[in-house]
């Protein structure tokens, strides 16, 4: 399964990006998607999750209320809305794809991995 990301790039703090998570073919449906980042010198952690029914979501304490994940199954496509956007949120931003019903954390849970998009948000 191969998970193309797209959407990050350089704002100014209080801005706003979009990010998406593609999957070619009609497979998304069989999975739950989370999205993960990565600052530099910092280990990889969970951002937000969406199960395949998208009726389950989670967010991270640090991005509740700012960032807002949804999923297209038609498309294909998951989405990570950033809004209100700090500098701390400055990181790689992964997707990745779980397969089955659930919305987990856990890294190692996770069967299939994007190769990530940059999110710089400076002045």
């Known amino acids: 399964l191969q998970l193309v990301e797209s959407g990050g790039g350089l704002v100014q703090p209080g801005g706003s990006l979009r990010l998406s998570c593609a999957v070619p073919?009609?497979?998304?449906?069989?999975?739950?998607i989370g999205w993960f980042r990565q600052a530099p010198g910092k280990e990889r952690e969970g951002v937000s999750c969406?199960?395949?029914?998208?009726?389950?979501?989670n967010y991270a304490d640090a991005v509740k209320g700012r960032f807002a994940i949804s999923r297209d199954n038609a498309k294909n496509t998951v989405y990570l809305q950033l809004n209100s956007l700090k500098p701390d949120d400055t990181a790689v931003y992964y997707c990745?794809?779980?397969?089955?019903?659930?919305?987990?954390?856990?890294?190692?849970?996770?069967?299939?991995w994007g190769q990530g998009t940059q999110v710089t948000v400076s002045s």
């Open positions: 969406i199960t395949i029914s998208g009726r389950r979501t």
């Open positions: 073919g009609p497979t998304l449906h069989y999975y739950s």
């Open positions: 990745a794809a779980y397969y089955g019903e659930g919305c987990t954390w856990s890294i190692a849970d996770y069967d299939y």
